[in-house]
């Protein structure tokens, strides 16, 4: 959808870079974040790195596609931890 037109139907009737609210605290919207550990079978330093979430909306059929702002720090978070071996 970051081409700017709906995958399902076509339309270009597309609401970019949305913002998805989590939860509330004073009145005040946090973003929804998605999260992945370098290490989470570590008891405290996990290394979490941490990515917030954009929506693309579909203006027609409603269609909504999601993205993470920073999908690199994620991935190589995620690659760290194919690294740990907890047998060892
Ligand atoms: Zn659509």
Redesign the pocket.
């Known amino acids: 959808m970051r081409e700017q037109t709906?995958?399902?139907?076509?339309?270009p009737d597309i609401i970019p870079n949305v913002v998805i609210p989590d939860h509330y605290e004073l009145g005040m919207a946090n973003e929804m974040i998605m999260r992945i550990s370098e290490n989470p079978s570590a008891w405290i330093f996990k290394g979490t790195q941490k990515s917030t979430m954009r929506a693309w909306i579909?203006g027609?059929?409603?269609?909504v596609e999601m993205y993470v702002t920073q999908p690199r720090v994620l991935w190589e978070a995620w690659q760290k931890a194919q690294q740990q071996s907890p047998g060892d």
């Open positions: 709906c995958p399902k139907c076509g339309s579909c027609e059929c409603g269609f």
